[in-house]
């Protein structure tokens, strides 16, 4: 509708009544729209004649595939994908059956040494103090990435089997997923000069869900068909993390988001899902970026983990965020991100041979040949490794956990940065040592790590769907967090606010706060204003 500056001739403001009066008569199917990701309102403006719309459950895509004469490029179990020019988008969006309409993009890898010492791990193998020798045993976890080397030593004896959802055998060409594998669960190196990479679990098994091609990215709809598998298959395989190294761009919100709803689907059937932040924390020139987050990564479901720059020791004294890992809060929804953050820089792990990566960055080799080669890379994917590692560990020692209870767990234990805050590090840096000492009994004291006393951080981060109870995690010796005045702030906000409004969060610790002001404001107790402005700029109030 054009906005008038001036007065306008009687002529135009008949024609402009008119119009007016046709619109309040139209049918309702002409006023009805569907809310569309970013990517397809993109699409609409352009005029593509070729997109790929994801369309949520079977009979419904049916339905509009004979309706609209749409091809369907793939089915899926929790709906298709179907190919459409902007026509038929723009037929689709308004139709009144449809809800909301989400593009297929493209996802990919989230990738850019003493450090199991400097996280706890060798203290939890070694079984310090009362705890049992945890190596992750008994647990699965699935790898949702660009497959594995089978060939490396590595992996040897880990991966139960392999789905590949591009088609192919479930071999990385690229290199991201080997690498990755072997954070999480990689047997010991074989020579000398390797023996002292292993992975966080490495008594763990491993399912191979292949979604990310020889250039490191996949579709949407295979990312969500590799997570509704292994919930598919979690039972027969004893799953209970899905590991997600990968993003893409935020273009709805998450409740609209296909692949975010896969991971809720995950988590409410008992499984981990540990998503990487991204790496989208700084500009080409070095400026921060705040609210880079990328999805699955922005579902308040998800354990979501940003990269640790370790500066190569075990001393956690000179541990910083890494200025790439991406910092929230969230596009759209302003869930707080991320949970917590683990080592993601200049991370040593298995070297898939004659992968692109392999190929592409010679000078990053580490040691080793072949099926015992070692390369470094870095990023949150790195970062994510390390936790479902250290959740496997957790899963070993307790297999009763939730996924809210080992989220809460590692949050708590984990050692709050005030230098990054809480939109850079979360609750703190992963402690995996403290986190099993409280999955065990309860005790939230402080440990020791190289030598230096370590404390907890005491925060959970939390959304409304997610309200955790201490007490319900480890017995009557934790604290109880108190819930309902949140649950009466959620019911009065929820009167004002619309659908597409903030999503509800909380933090308890004992000095960050988190205040809702009117509209979409949030206060922290140090004095930093954030406001979501139009266009999705983040202005700070410092």
């Not at 298959?233 to 799953?239: L, M, R, S, T």
């Not at 072949?370 to 250290?390: D, E, K, L, W």
Request: proline share 4%; net charge negative; glycine share 12%.
């Amino acid at each position: 509708m054009t906005r008038f500056t001036h007065p306008a001739r009687l002529s135009a403001r008949v024609a402009l009544l008119a119009a007016l009066a046709l619109a309040a008569s139209a049918p309702a199917e002409a006023q009805h729209r569907a809310r569309l990701s970013a990517d397809l309102a993109d699409h609409l403006a352009s005029g593509s004649n070729a997109v790929e719309v994801i369309v949520d459950g079977a009979a419904a895509a049916d339905r509009l595939a004979a309706k609209y004469n749409l091809k369907v490029k793939r089915r899926m179990r929790s709906g298709a994908v179907l190919v459409m020019n902007t026509g038929q988008l723009s037929a689709l969006q308004h139709d009144v059956d449809v809800d909301k309409l989400s593009g297929n993009i493209r996802y990919t890898s989230s990738a850019v040494d003493p450090v199991d010492v400097g996280i706890g791990a060798d203290q939890v193998w070694a079984g310090a103090g009362p705890l049992p020798k945890l190596t992750g045993r008994g647990v699965t976890v699935a790898l949702i990435d660009s497959g594995v080397d089978p060939k490396h030593s590595a992996l040897k004896g880990h991966v139960i089997t392999s789905v590949d959802f591009t088609g192919g055998d479930g071999v990385d060409r690229f290199g991201h997923g080997t690498h990755v594998a072997a954070i999480i669960e990689g047997n010991p190196g074989q020579t000398a000069d390797t023996s002292g990479y292993r992975g966080v679990a490495y008594g763990a098994s491993l399912i191979n869900l292949r979604v990310l091609g020889s250039d490191g990215s996949g579709s949407a709809a295979d990312v969500i068909e590799a997570i509704d598998w292994a919930i598919d298959h979690a039972h027969a395989y004893n799953i209970r993390v899905i590991n997600l190294s990968l993003g893409a761009a935020v273009l709805q919100p998450y409740r609209d988001d296909p692949v975010c709803a896969a991971v809720e689907r995950a988590v409410r059937a008992g499984i981990v899902v540990v998503a990487a932040a991204g790496n989208h924390g700084e500009t080409a020139d070095g400026r921060k970026i705040v609210g880079g987050t990328t999805s699955p990564g922005n579902s308040p479901y998800a354990l979501t983990v940003g990269a640790l720059d370790a500066k190569g020791t075990a001393d956690r004294g000179d541990d910083e965020v890494a200025a790439f890992s991406s910092r929230g809060p969230t596009r759209f929804d302003l869930v707080l991100k991320p949970d917590l953050v683990a080592p993601g820089r200049r991370i040593t792990s298995a070297e898939a041979a004659g992968s692109a990566l392999s190929v592409n960055f010679p000078l990053q080799h580490v040691a080793g040949s072949g099926a015992n080669a070692y390369i470094y890379g870095s990023g949150t994917s790195m970062a994510t490794a390390f936790v479902s590692g250290a959740a496997a560990l957790l899963l070993e020692e307790r297999p009763s956990l939730s996924p809210m209870g080992i989220k809460a767990a590692l949050q708590m234990t984990s050692s709050f940065m005030p230098e990054a805050g809480l939109i850079g590090g979360g609750a703190g840096s992963l402690n995996v040592l403290a986190a099993a000492d409280f999955a065990l009994n309860g005790d939230l004291g402080n440990t020791t790590i190289a030598g230096d006393s370590i404390a907890s951080s005491h925060l959970v981060i939390a959304s409304a769907d997610q309200l955790i109870s201490a007490e319900s995690l480890s017995g009557s010796r934790s604290q109880r967090l108190s819930l309902a005045p949140f649950h009466r702030r959620k019911a009065n906000r929820n009167a004002r606010r619309s659908q597409h409004s903030a999503s509800d969060a909380l933090v308890w610790g004992n000095s960050d706060t988190l205040v809702w002001g009117n509209g979409d404001t949030l206060v922290w107790g140090n004095g930093d204003t954030l406001v979501w402005g139009n266009g999705d700029t983040l202005v700070w109030g410092n």
